[in-house]
């Protein structure tokens, strides 16, 4: 499937983020080993989600404006030299943990940049009929960033800190080398100019989520989106505890590596069979199936249950969020392709930190009072998942999973479903051969 573009600019994305990951990884252990500071680890992942959110929006904004190729080039270039002044830090014994706030936001900025500007040119890279396919394989990043961590933590005993800064540094100069030579089609890199007086980048921000509502159906299918992401953070969040409660740490890594296996077949199995031709059926079909096994978490306190379903609900995961971003990608402007790739991304990075923000409090506060013996839902919820610790966060996954079942619902409407009588409107790629040439042209 696809063409010798996406597939290199595929593997320079994936060797880029699995570097990044690794060194956010073991910066979050360096600065909790220096500081003892659940406060200052927990920082890291902020500083580098709000950058991230914030930046979305007009990332899409410049995919849709500027040379693509060069967007990519340039955030590449502000990361590596990011990444090589920590580098040079490290080296001098200097490293401070205000460095690592400072080097996360920006790394996770140029990534936000990278992701949003590559995903705007996928449809421009690959035949129409291996969208699907090619979306597949691009969640095959996120599932390496969560198999990163496994990597990290013998990459820093092998090699310490320096070590995987500089093996992230080597991916960064590599994913560069790249982007800078591949041969892309013209239309994938050259977007229309500005026209003089046009308006500015601040004005096309919300042009993402207009041309979603000029489409009937589209807002209705991000807000479904926007559903899964917060239960998916929901079970994000609580997972860990969940297991916790009735097993060991070492129990907790069989459940983590079996749920990242899940995730990752279920990335290669888009990547090769494409998804389901009838789109917002088979979206509404897998999400309903990924609540039913989400809910089943809840039933009873073991890790031979958790271990056995976990994968096959993160198993969806690839194939419901590529499969809506191909409907997204083939029914929407292909000038705007990239501020509405922005604003997809904008609602599943806001839905997610809202998720994570209400789920421990309500676990701790609600829900683990109410499920203990003689709580108010012990006679009722709790003849169904049982008393005590723990059973609180299970009557959250089964709460969670319930709406999962809803959302597959909502999804399955005649409303939402007639998404897919709306017209495509992507071109075929053209020949690179003739590509690279007008893009020559075009410098």
Not at 37 to 43: G, I, N, V
Not at 307 to 326: D, H, M, R, S
Request: glycine residues 12%; hydrophobic residues 55%.
């Amino acid at each position: 499937m696809g063409t010798r573009g996406f597939v290199l600019l595929w593997s320079a994305q994936l060797v880029s983020i699995v570097g990044s990951a690794l060194t956010g990884f073991v910066l979050g252990v360096w600065t909790y080993e220096r500081s003892g500071s659940a406060t200052q680890f927990a920082l890291i992942m902020l500083s580098g989600a709000i950058p991230a959110l914030l930046i979305t929006p007009f990332a899409g904004a410049l995919a849709d404006r500027w040379h693509r190729r060069r967007l990519l080039v340039a955030a590449d270039c502000v990361a590596l030299a990011s990444v090589g002044a920590l580098a040079l830090l490290i080296d001098a014994d200097q490293l401070q943990t205000w460095h690592v706030y400072v080097v996360t936001a920006l790394t996770a900025m140029c990534g936000t940049l990278q992701q949003v500007t590559f995903s705007a040119m996928i449809p421009l890279l690959v035949p129409k009929q291996h969208l699907s396919r090619a979306n597949g394989l691009s969640q095959v990043v996120f599932s390496a960033q969560i198999a990163a961590p496994v990597v990290a933590g013998t990459l820093l005993a092998l090699t310490g800190l320096r070590g995987v800064v500089l093996i992230d540094l080597v991916t960064f100069a590599a994913s560069l080398l790249v982007v800078a030579l591949v041969p892309l089609p013209h239309a994938a890199v050259r977007t229309a100019a500005p026209e003089p007086g046009g308006p500015s980048i601040w004005r096309q921000v919300p042009a993402g989520w207009a041309e979603l509502r000029r489409r009937p159906g589209l807002t209705g299918l991000l807000g479904v989106l926007a559903g899964f992401y917060f239960c998916f953070g929901i079970a994000g969040t609580l997972v860990r505890p969940l297991v916790l409660s009735f097993a060991s740490p070492a129990g907790l890594g069989f459940q983590v590596f079996a749920g990242g296996c899940g995730l990752f077949a279920g990335s290669l199995v888009m990547g090769v069979w494409g998804g389901p031709k009838k789109r917002m059926r088979g979206i509404a079909a897998f999400m309903a199936f990924g609540g039913i096994a989400l809910a089943v978490h809840s039933l009873a306190p073991s890790l031979a249950l958790v271990i056995a379903i976990g994968p096959f609900f993160l198993f969806t995961l690839p194939v419901i969020t590529g499969t809506a971003q191909t409907v997204l990608q083939s029914k929407v402007d292909p000038a705007n392709l990239g501020k509405v790739m922005a604003t997809s991304r904008a609602v599943s990075q806001a839905a997610s930190p809202v998720a994570y923000l209400v789920a421990g409090p309500l676990a701790d506060g609600v829900f683990e009072p109410l499920m203990r013996p003689g709580g108010a839902l012990a006679g009722s919820a709790g003849h169904l998942i049982g008393t005590g610790p723990g059973r609180g966060m299970a009557l959250m996954f089964l709460l969670a999973g319930l709406l999962l079942v809803v959302l597959g619902c909502l999804a399955a409407r005649p409303s939402l479903r007639r998404v897919e009588d709306l017209p495509d409107l992507l071109e075929e790629p053209e020949p690179v051969a003739v590509a690279a040439g007008r893009e020559e042209k075009g410098k």
